[in-house]
């Protein structure tokens, strides 16, 4: 009589078609868990802020190296210095929310409506020593600062408490040497 049983061929064959499929579950898993990492492109805005130092009639304000100490991510920073100086840099925060920074010269209004997009002025916010403009919607925050021939804004997804801590992060930049930011030395007399 024959060893054949065709219910052990049964089993045997189940046993190979689920082995097949949990390893192929098992690569399908691993795949998933290491691209599933998030990756933020990160970017040196440094760099801009010198240009930008060269070519701006105004004091140039840059966010500190301190903000990514603390987990804010730059992810952009783009710089304009033909026609109105204007240069924004995003960040990723440290709660996963996005705020840029933007400085220009070109006409208040239009950089305001361009930056606080659909939102609505609430009220005022004191910022470092300084008075912000506070904008808001369900969606959207800013704070503006309009200074003589620059305009501050500081906007996002951002709750506000993020925008607040970018705009007490900005610092100056020192005028650089024969910059549009630099003051003239003064000519000795005589």
């Known amino acids: 009589m024959s ?10 064959n189940y046993a190979i078609s ?5 390893g ?14 998030e990756h933020i492109p990160t970017v040196d805005y440094r760099p ?27 992810t952009s920073s783009t710089l304009n210095v033909s026609g109105p100086v204007e240069w924004s840099v995003g960040f990723a925060t440290a709660a ?19 930056r606080v997009k659909e939102a609505e002025q609430v009220g005022t916010v004191a910022v470092g020593g300084r008075e912000w403009e506070h904008y808001d919607s369900e969606d959207w925050g800013a704070l503006v600062l309009r200074e003589d021939g ?17 705009a007490e992060g ?6 650089a040497e024969g910059g549009g930011g630099a003051e003239p030395p003064e000519s000795p007399e005589g």
């Open 3 to 12: 060893e054949y049983s065709r219910s052990s061929a049964t089993f045997k």
């Open 18 to 22: 689920l082995g097949i499929l949990v």
């Open 24 to 37: 192929i579950v098992l690569i399908m898993a691993f795949v998933v868990s290491t691209r599933s990492g």
């Open 48 to 74: 801009d802020a010198d240009v930008l130092g060269q070519a701006a009639e105004y004091p140039v304000r840059a966010p500190s190296a301190e903000l990514t100490d603390e987990g804010w991510t730059p």
């Open 96 to 114: 996963d929310s996005h705020a840029m920074f933007t400085q220009s010269d070109a006409d208040p209004e239009q950089v305001v409506a361009e």
């Open 150 to 166: 620059v305009t501050l804004v500081v906007s996002g997804s951002a709750e506000l408490d993020e925008l607040a801590h970018l």
């Open 170 to 175: 900005l610092e100056d930049l020192p005028a």
